[in-house]
C-alpha cells in the first residue's frame, strides 16, 4: 500500500447525508483513480483523472463527485443521490497518464450506511 | 464492456502444492495484468504481461498469456499459508483506455 493513504478506514453515513473520503500519494504520479468494490466482485471504476484540474467519469460515476486541485489529492465524495453507497472504496494512482498501467493502491475505505 | 474473468471462482489448496488460476477476456489487449488482494486490503501488483510475451516469470509467479484464446493462467508454485488471497486479472481493451477488473479467484492454502 506504500505511497498511498486513505482515510477515514471505517466511515458512516446517515441518510440524506453527503460524505468525502480522502486520498492522497506521494508517489508524484499523475494519475489517480477511485474503485468501488462490493463483496465477492472485481472493482469498477468511478472517476479518474490524468492531470491536475481535469478528472473523467469511468462506469458508476452516478452519485459521486471529485475533484483534483493538488496533484497529491483527490478526494472522492459520495452525495446522497447515491442510494446504495454501502462498499469498499479504493483509490490508486499511476505514473502517467496511461490508464493501462500498472496502478498502485491505498488500503481502501469501507463506508457503511446508518 | 469487456472483462477478465477468472477460473476458479474459488480455489483451496494444501501448503507446498502449486495453484493455477485463468482469466479469459473478450476483446484485443495491449497488457494483462494480476493483482492480489488480502481481505479488506487494497491491491498489490504483481505481474504486467504485454500482448507480444507469451510468459513471464517473477520468483514463484508464473503467468502466461494466449491471446489466440484469448485467455492468461497464474501460477504459483510451492504455495505458502501467506499466498491467501484473492488474486485479479485485469485488461486494457483496445481503445478502453482503461483497466477492466474481473471479478478474482480467492485462493485459500490450508496448512
Known amino acids: 500500500d506504500g505511497g498511498i493513504t486513505q482515510s477515514p478506514k471505517y466511515l458512516f453515513r446517515k441518510e440524506g447525508q453527503n460524505v468525502t473520503l480522502s486520498c492522497e500519494q506521494n508517489l508524484n504520479h499523475d494519475a489517480m483513480y477511485w474503485y468501488r468494490q462490493d463483496p465477492g466482485q472485481g472493482l469498477r471504476l468511478i472517476y479518474y483523472?490524468?492531470?491536475?484540474?481535469?478528472?473523467q467519469k469511468g462506469d458508476i460515476a452516478e452519485g459521486y463527485s471529485v475533484s483534483r486541485e493538488k496533484k497529491e489529492s483527490f478526494p472522492l465524495t459520495v452525495t446522497s443521490a447515491q442510494k446504495n453507497p454501502t462498499a469498499f472504496y479504493l483509490c490508486?494512482?499511476?505514473?502517467?497518464?496511461?490508464?493501462?498501467?500498472?496502478?498502485?493502491f491505498g488500503p481502501g475505505t469501507r463506508l457503511l450506511v446508518l | 464492456s469487456q472483462q477478465g474473468e477468472e477460473d476458479p471462482q474459488a480455489l483451496s489448496i494444501q501448503e507446498g502444492e502449486n495453484a493455477t488460476m485463468n482469466c479469459s477476456y473478450k476483446?484485443?489487449?495491449?497488457?494483462l495484468q494480476w493483482y492480489r488482494q488480502n481481505s479488506g486490503r487494497g491491491l498489490v501488483h504483481l505481474i504486467l504481461?504485454?500482448?507480444?510475451?507469451r510468459e513471464k516469470h517473477s520468483g514463484r509467479l508464473r503467468v502466461t498469456l494466449d491471446t489466440s484464446k484469448k485467455s492468461s493462467s497464474l501460477l504459483i508454485t510451492a504455495s505458502r499459508a501467506a499466498d491467501t488471497a484473492s488474486y485479479f486479472c485485469?485488461?486494457?481493451?483496445?481503445?478502453?483506455?482503461?483497466?477492466?477488473f474481473g471479478q478474482g479467484t480467492r485462493l485459500t492454502i490450508n496448512p
Open positions: 483523472s490524468q492531470i491536475v484540474n481535469d478528472f
Open positions: 485485469a485488461t486494457d481493451g483496445a481503445g478502453a483506455q482503461k483497466l477492466v
Open positions: 476483446t484485443s489487449i495491449n497488457n
Open positions: 504481461i504485454r500482448s507480444n510475451e
Open positions: 490508486a494512482s499511476s505514473i502517467g497518464p496511461v490508464l493501462q498501467e500498472r496502478q498502485y
